[in-house]
């Protein structure tokens, strides 16, 4: 075995030891926002049937929605004035330039116009032109790399690659966790340490695959901070990118609410919209047999301090924001209805 393999075999082995005691549980933080509004929805008139959205990306012109009952396309560009579907993109199959299994965890690379999306079944990258509306096959990566190491989501951060979520090694998940790579897609290191959630061993394992069973990981456009967002459990993260790939160093970890009731666990986050200057969270704290769609947005910093608390009046499922033009974008679900778009205004933040 060669130096590089033990030095990976040693990693897995040390993060994948048993809850130490002397590490702290991890409780409901304490947030207080200085600023609580109401804000009125109005709905987004379109010509697009929406079914069930995963995703909004916000460009120049477009909204652009991935839906997860499209037929036969992934993504949806409708024009953000008047609604109308102006194109869409992405088959889904197994051929070339199509998707199988994408992650919601998508990269807008403001500085090249494309959005970066990631194929976790194939394991691959596209990238979508928004000038062209156009896909080049050519630059398509399918993804390998002789460690075995897989996560969910994976960005192509331009000096080097990150994934983030259940990282598969040798094909058997072992670790929930952030991973690096160089742009040769050599292995450099994992990157995070799990929470502590509860002092038995057993229900800590359980309640970390619930904070990974469904998860937002967004990257600000300066490629300076990201944010991970739990859905499940309610966890949310903040970390420090500056020194990436060689060291990523969390900034913040944040619980709103407990992570049970009654044995049940608590919805958390919906999604998270982030911004250079600002992380957009949907947050339910609802049960399954609760209303538990998120009816509010709450804003925080990138230093986890919480800035504003929006009540919207509906559930809301995802969201983007354009700061510029003061306006929110979302796909909203009244209780025993179907999904359907609205548009809000941005209050001063």
């Known amino acids: 075995m060669n130096t590089r393999h033990l030095t990976i075999a040693t990693l897995i082995l040390l993060i994948s030891c048993n809850v130490k005691d002397n590490k702290e549980k991890l409780r409901v933080t304490p947030v207080s926002f200085p600023k609580t509004v109401n804000i009125e929805y109005q709905e987004f008139p379109t010509n697009y049937l929406v079914g069930y959205p995963q995703n909004l990306v916000l460009t120049e012109k477009h909204l652009i929605i991935m ?18 579907l102006e194109f869409e993109f992405m088959t889904k199959g197994n051929g070339p330039c199509e998707i199988s299994e994408v992650s919601t965890n998508n990269f807008l690379q ?3 116009q494309k959005i970066q999306y990631y194929d976790f079944n194939h394991k691959q990258f596209l990238y979508f032109d928004i000038n062209s509306r156009t896909i080049d096959c ?12 897989w996560p969910i989501a994976f960005f192509d951060m331009g000096t080097y690659y990150m994934g983030a979520g259940r990282i598969g090694v040798n094909g058997k998940l072992s670790k929930y966790s952030l991973v690096t790579f160089n742009k040769l897609l050599d292995f450099i290191g994992f990157h995070e340490e ?36 739990s859905y499940l459990t309610g966890i949310m ?18 619980l709103l609410t407990p992570l049970m009731k009654e044995e049940v666990n608590i919805h958390g986050f919906e999604d998270a919209y982030v911004t250079d200057k600002y992380i ?10 609760e209303l538990n769609l998120a009816q509010n947005i709450k804003v925080f910093d990138w230093n986890g301090e919480p800035i504003i608390e929006m009540n919207v009046g509906i559930g809301i499922r995802c969201l ?23 548009t809000m205004d941005l209050p001063e933040i």
């Not at 839906?67 to 109308?84: E, M, N, P």
């Open 67 to 84: 839906d997860k009952h499209g037929q036969k396309y992934c993504f949806h560009a409708l024009d953000r004035d008047s609604g109308k």
């Open 110 to 112: 403001s500085d090249s």
């Open 138 to 149: 050519r630059s398509t990566l399918r993804v390998s790399n002789k460690y075995g190491i």
């Open 194 to 229: 799990e929470p502590v959630l509860s002092y038995n061993e057993e229900e800590n394992k359980k309640l970390i695959e619930y904070m990974f069973n469904h998860f937002f990981c967004k990257i600000s456009p300066d490629k300076k901070r990201m944010v991970f967002a």
């Open 237 to 254: 993260e903040i970390y420090n990118l500056e020194s990436a790939p060689d060291s990523i160093r969390i900034i913040k970890r944040i």
């Open 280 to 289: 957009y969270t949907p947050h339910s704290g609802k049960t399954r047999k």
């Open 320 to 342: 983007a924001v354009d700061e510029e033009r003061r306006k929110i974008y979302a796909a909203a679900l009244p209780e025993d209805d179907e999904f359907f778009l609205i």
